[in-house]
């Protein structure tokens, strides 16, 4: 397992752009897909991007495609989710997941079973 730590929440109107960053630790952070999700209150955890550990496959929850997108910089271990065009509806805390378990899976995973490590989450609130 490692560390990750998110930062970049906060609170932005309708419309507005927001960057997320994840730190990790480790020396393996090249080696391993990473994903992110959210939860608002009431609702399960859900899906909303991933990248596999060399950054040449995506994926993206229908909810969210074509305004967030999602990188890694393996140099600085540390994955990115750039939101624009953010919605009332995207108001969640965010959580960045690793997939340690299985390095250099080809696709990355949706599944929230899949990732074995977790930060403890940034809140982002959008105000309509």
């Known amino acids: 397992q490692v560390q990750l730590v998110e930062s970049g929440g906060g609170l932005v109107q309708a419309g507005g752009s927001l960057r997320l960053s994840c730190a990790a630790s480790?020396?393996?952070?090249?080696?391993?897909?990473m994903g992110w999700f959210r939860q608002s209150p009431g609702k399960e955890r859900e899906f909303v991007a991933a990248i596999n550990w060399r950054g040449d496959s995506i994926y993206y929850a229908d909810s969210v495609k074509g305004r967030f997108l999602i990188s890694r910089d393996n140099a600085k271990n540390t994955v990115y989710l750039q939101m624009n065009s953010l919605k009332p509806d995207d108001t969640a805390v965010y959580y960045c997941a690793a997939d340690t378990d299985v390095p250099f899976r080809r696709s990355p995973s949706p599944l929230i079973r899949e990732y074995d490590s977790w930060g403890q989450g940034t809140q982002v609130t959008v105000s309509s």
């Open positions: 480790g020396r393996t952070f090249g080696s391993y897909g």
